[in-house]
């Protein structure tokens, strides 16, 4: 159950009741104290600030306990996840102070024409000579936010701007939150275009599907820095990452075994995709219908794509008819779709990937009895599959090579690079992803990422510590 923490500040009573009293009230209801500050003290009465870790389904419970309670007044409540983001989480900080009119004139009017004018003269002097080196537009229209669905661009902001600290925090990218306010595949697109030039990259999120397909390819083709929809192609690269180390513990190679993958949205075209890129031979696309089957006739442009390829297996049925003898499962749909008894009737040593958030598409107490390695989409259980081990690093990459897109070799790159991270001594059924705060895992991706972009030709420049 997920967990938040509130502080609550009351004033108490002292005739009428203890702080003991305070904290056995706390408890009873399944709070725990983990701070107290005193506010203001008194011989009668006084005022303090108690932080409390509860289950956030509790919150209410916790509050109600307080209130009832003969001489204690609730005086407010915090909800510290609310604080952290009072008045946003990102600023703009200038690199150096302007003190005088010497500086004034170096950074702004009139010294900075003869910048402008050395752009003018040579566009790619932008990249030496302002943000763009190193800045990337974190793009959304608000319709797909995880867990929440189309809750529009200004909900969807605080998701954003978390994703600008990562950048900054993981990968020393600067990236800034731009939230539209339309569903308009054409005018998406053209607005991305226009505000373009000031940015090294353009990271898509929460874009709905298939819209989300059109505009990234779109944009992709006509802009002449890299693209990447962190929905479909963050997550497919994580999912890589985790399977071929998931697949060196169970001692079963990449072409040799069957995978069916539910949930063939904007993250299951792409999974899909990139499975067939790292040498899938047999696999089982699947959606809410049933298994998308080879030589079928499809309207969703994707799913016809996936029909057309050999290593699409023929055979019809639903989740639970074609999980049967699969030595892998990969979901990114819906929880509970399956049970203790679907994942029996897998191959031994199986690998299962639930990764439908905040549930899983089967929990992992009914899975664990019958498969191998088992990994979700939580922080609250091992082998959490995670986008944030791949965006940093990948836009490290791309920016110090500046390259003009990201193609299929460098998200594979990506894979095996957060993979290796994984030590041959550290590997086992609970350790196949490294933590997002592994230091390790921007550096590796950011340079396989470069290698790669070399080795494919889109890299328009060759960093100091690859000459």
């Known amino acids: 159950m997920a967990q938040t923490s509130i502080i609550l500040r009351l004033e108490l009573d002292h005739d009428k009741v203890s702080f003991g009293d305070v904290a056995a009230a706390i408890s009873k209801v399944g709070g725990d104290i983990t701070s107290i500050d005193v506010i203001r003290p008194g011989k009668d009465s006084s005022v303090r600030d108690i932080t409390v870790d509860v289950a956030e389904a509790a919150e209410s419970v916790v509050v109600e306990a307080l209130k009832s309670h003969e001489g204690i007044t609730v005086v407010n409540v915090s909800d510290r996840t609310f604080l952290v983001h009072l008045g946003g989480k990102i600023n703009m900080q200038p690199n150096l102070p302007i003190k005088n009119r010497d500086d004034l004139s170096r950074v702004y009017t009139p010294g900075v024409a003869r910048v402008c004018t050395a752009i003018h003269e040579n566009p790619r002097k932008a990249y030496s000579l302002t943000i763009k080196r190193n800045t990337v537009a974190v793009v ?33 990218v600067d990236a800034f939150p731009i939230c539209l306010d339309t569903k308009d595949t054409e005018e998406i697109i053209r607005t991305i275009k226009a505000i373009s030039p000031i940015f090294g990259g353009i990271n898509l999120e929460d874009i709905s599907s298939p819209r989300c397909f059109e505009i990234e390819t779109r944009l992709a083709d006509e802009l002449d820095v890299p693209v990447f929809h962190d929905d479909q192609h963050g997550t497919a690269v994580v999912v890589i990452a985790g399977l071929l180390n998931a697949l060196k513990v169970v001692g079963k190679r990449i072409d040799n075994v069957r995978i069916v993958v539910n949930g063939v949205g904007a993250a299951g075209v792409s999974i899909c995709k990139m499975l067939l890129a790292a040498g899938v031979t047999r696999l089982v696309p699947v959606d809410r219908d049933g298994a998308i089957v080879r030589g079928g006739t499809y309207e969703h442009s994707m799913w016809q794509w996936l029909a057309e390829q050999p290593q699409v297996e023929a055979q019809e049925g639903t989740l639970k008819d074609v999980i049967a003898d699969a030595d892998v499962f990969i979901g990114v749909s819906r929880g509970g779709l399956l049970k203790g008894e679907d994942v029996q009737k897998m191959k031994p040593n199986s690998i299962v990937f639930a990764m439908a958030n905040p549930v899983p598409e089967i929990a992992p107490e009914e899975a664990l009895p019958h498969v191998r390695v088992f990994a979700t989409g939580r922080s609250d259980y091992p082998n959490q599959i995670n986008n944030v081990l791949v965006f940093p690093g990948i836009f490290r990459g791309a920016l110090d090579c500046r390259a003009r897109r990201i193609n299929e070799p460098m998200k594979l790159a990506a894979a095996r690079a957060i993979a290796s991270v994984v030590t041959e001594s550290e590997l086992n059924e609970h350790y196949i992803i490294p933590s997002i705060f592994n230091d390790k895992v921007v550096t590796k991706v950011r340079h396989a990422i470069i290698e790669a972009a070399i080795l494919t030709g889109v890299s328009r420049r060759i960093p100091p510590d690859f000459r």
């Open 140 to 172: 959304t229209d608000g319709t797909a936010v995880l867990g929440l669905g189309d809750i529009g661009p200004h909900a969807a902001a605080p998701v954003m701007e978390g994703k600008a600290m990562l950048f900054k925090q993981l990968a020393g």
